[in-house]
């Protein structure tokens, strides 16, 4: 890593430790991780990303798997006729994983007794719950929402923060941005490279600059990219063919 990169590595480090002296409200998330709480000022990226997983009880506490599992015996002993209601353990651990008894039983699914309002699925039993619950898509989503709700509880950028990132992007320009002379000598060896390609290549042809080369925002140690533009009656797979063959023998892009 050129010291550049590990200037700018060091100043965001810095920039993610300035305390915003301030914290940002708002409405109440769908989330399941400190609803309608932000983070403390100058809490860390890495303490909120561990407030939102501790919000959602995992199943590798034995004591708790252990209750479960005795749970999901008991339900499925209960005597037709008779309804079998979770103790408070078991409705905590399904609230905290967005999977809610229901009150009310659906028309469409009249055996289902819960509901995930993550995942918008019905289940017939605590059994099949907590198969949900550690189904693959349900875990995906439920790590979507825990960042969904984090970045919304991030505080607005105070002064301090946006003065400080302007001035990072301006060292970084001056110090590593490319000048007027090296978009130059780019615009130069993207000419150089069309001219040696032209024999292999349908007339008309070109080879430009594309991406941060030619907008200006790239770094000098950036990759020089180079798109390669052919008349519309030209097959695209015959000039990219005939470019890379003529390429790979010739000594000067060795």
């Not at 991780?33 to 034995?62: C, E, K, N, T």
């Not at 993550?118 to 898509?137: G, P, V």
């Amino acid at each position: 890593m050129d010291g550049g990169k590990v200037n700018l590595l060091r100043d965001l480090e810095v920039l993610m430790e300035v305390n915003p002296n301030q914290q940002q409200g708002g409405p109440q998330a769908q989330g399941s991780v400190a609803r309608g709480r932000g983070p403390a000022p100058g809490q860390s990226r890495r303490a909120m990303a561990a407030a939102a997983a501790a919000g959602r009880p995992s199943l590798r506490d034995p004591d708790l798997y252990a209750a479960l599992m005795e749970e999901c015996v008991k339900e499925e002993s209960t005597p037709k006729g008779r309804e079998y209601v979770p103790p408070a353990l078991v409705t905590n651990y399904l609230i905290r994983n967005d999977v809610r008894p229901l009150k009310k039983r659906s028309t469409k699914f009249p055996k289902a007794q819960y509901y995930c309002r993550l995942c918008d699925y019905h289940c017939d039993t605590l059994t099949i719950c907590i198969s949900h619950i550690k189904d693959e898509r349900h875990g995906r989503l439920a790590r979507m929402q825990e960042i969904e709700t984090t970045l919304y509880h991030l505080p607005k950028p105070s002064r301090q923060h946006l003065d400080y990132l302007e001035g990072l992007l301006q060292r970084t320009q001056a110090e590593e941005g490319l000048s007027v002379a090296d978009v130059a000598e780019r615009e130069a060896t993207a000419d150089a490279v069309g001219v040696l390609l032209a024999p292999a290549l349908p007339e008309g042809s070109k080879v430009r600059l594309y991406g941060s080369c030619m907008t200006g925002f790239g770094l000098k140690s950036s990759a020089l990219n180079l798109d390669l533009q052919i008349p519309e009656n030209s097959p695209p797979h015959l000039a990219l063919i005939a470019a890379s063959d003529f390429v790979a023998g010739n000594p000067k892009f060795r």
